[in-house]
């Protein structure tokens, strides 16, 4: 199904996930359509327009919410800017964040010019990070800006219990969640999608979440944002948080996105999770871990070498796809339902 | 070399281009290379980058700029939004803009805060646009925001001149402009280029020139933004306009916009010309033409009918790619050096 692993351990969905044979054959499909037929005409963008609500709907399911409120985007980091510039905030608002945060998010909470707030949690517990972000919040708290796993530790963290106990509006990152572990992202307040990490579609797609998308400005506005406009711009948005869709998506990558989304397997996160302990298991017998067991996909472990980005490109050149973290001397490796015993062994082997 | 043309009397490269055989030759090989040695690690990584910077440079060359005043975007709205968020606009300051222009630049403007004052040039005379645009200009203008062509009315409208007579900041939608006729961004602002439309390249594709990116603010940062950051998200930019980069491309769509630039033949402007000046004069033996003589390559036209879109997907269905205005009982034919005399003919016939 996916034709990369009969050449690589690609222990890397993290970054990007592998392609399947159906899902690049409906891009080439698309492509070759276009280049016959023409990117143009009534029949092509209603084509286009139904694509993107069976995907929207699609993506909403993975998220266990209705398809009215997910938005298309192309990116977790253009979720992020879309929540974060919405809400308007200044400098006397504060954000809380972590020290385990992608800059995806990280860049739209500076760009808010609100005063931010870290939570150390990155070289603590896991069982620590639920008091320690608690304890950045004061009264002029407007937003929990926080991943749902995160990219560099691997750690799964407390959202729904943050939410319960603070009841602040929340902005999760689910790019190391979605397609990975289950996710339920009812009652939280928005939540993005990267859909080419471990829902394996092409890149770059994506979407986000927004439990109330009435009462979040639109700061970006895209063609897709509005049923009607007036020449001095002002705008009719269109019901629902498609009013946040952010930008044209190819017919291609629409046609490929939805190939890859029909693939999965209702087993993938038990044999996921199963594949991730295994790998966390291995590891362990040789190298410090860094990720704590039972949590999601992603395994990070020290490097005892000075060199951990050199170390993953030895391990490419043997056919082992894994990352360094920049910034520490991490490697991680990204376990999917598709990765077997062998991908583990040669990891191993090859470390 | 645009293999739709030998199906289609293509006469719409205004809302998406001609796709070239190596164009898609080369999305399709890239796409190949993704399915089999996946999506990730460091030579992937730099490939990538290398492609950006080759593209950045041919991008620039199409408005005669400096490569590190180039921006890679997705779309012309997608610059707009980067410019006017990023100036900071509020309720006391104005924006001008005119009745002629396209949501993505118009919904930037909109999202602003800023009032908008809207010169009315649709009906009159291409000749009375500048002053028309003038008379929009208070103390308040902040900027002046409006289309080197318009998508409506085919005109080119005065930029150059109002800048000269102004000095006031301004923000140039290129959408109908770069890659149709001859475009020199120097002495201007900021400057938008659509890649899939008159540059034939995939789509979303484009770019954002920056004649002083370290003025603007980053309002909508991503990866690409920076060059380092910290934990609470502030960063050092990266040099240059690279730091409005608004976010991933997937390779093998970089390499098909790569091949698409290269094959434009260095008489391309003349030859359009030549080719919108014939369309303008047959379709004026019979209608209404809106586009004066002598403007761009966008010929309009008024509908003797009721209901123009109609019109449109009857052409279609005689392989004949038009488009309607929306709001408006005109026509759109878009002419490019890829238009031959039997394309021309062929409109006129089913028509």
Known sequence: MYPVLERIAYLNAGSVGPLAQVTVDAIVEGRRRDLEEGRSGRPYLDAMFAARERIRGALAAELGVPPENVALTRSTGEGCNVVVA??????????????????????????S????????????????AFDAILAGITPRTRLLALSHVAWTSGHVLPIHELKAETGLPMLVDGAQSVGAIPVAAAGLDWYTISAQKWLCGPEPTGALYAADPEALAIAQPTYFSQRAYKPDGSFTPKDGAARFDSGWIDPPSLAGLEAALAVHP?????????????????????????????????????????????????????????????????????????????????????L
């Open 266 to 350: 209702p087993w993938r996160f038990e044999r996921a999770a199963e594949m991730a302990a295994r790998c966390r298991a291995l590891l362990a017998e040789r190298f410090d871990v860094v990720t704590e067991p039972g949590h999601a996909t992603l395994v990070s472990f020290r490097w005892p070498g000075d060199d951990a980005a050199e170390a993953a490109g030895r391990a490419l050149e043997r056919r082992v796809a894994i990352r360094d973290l920049p910034g520490t001397r991490w490697l991680r490796a990204s376990c999917g339902y598709w990765t077997s015993d062998e991908d583990l062994e040669r990891l191993l082997t090859c």
């Open 113 to 128: 010019g609100a005063r931010v707030r870290v939570a150390a949690i990155r070289v603590r517990p896991a069982g620590e």
């Open 86 to 111: 919405g809400l308007r905030l200044g400098p006397a608002d504060e954000i809380v964040t972590t020290d385990v945060e992608h800059f995806g998010l990280l860049g739209a909470v500076h760009a």
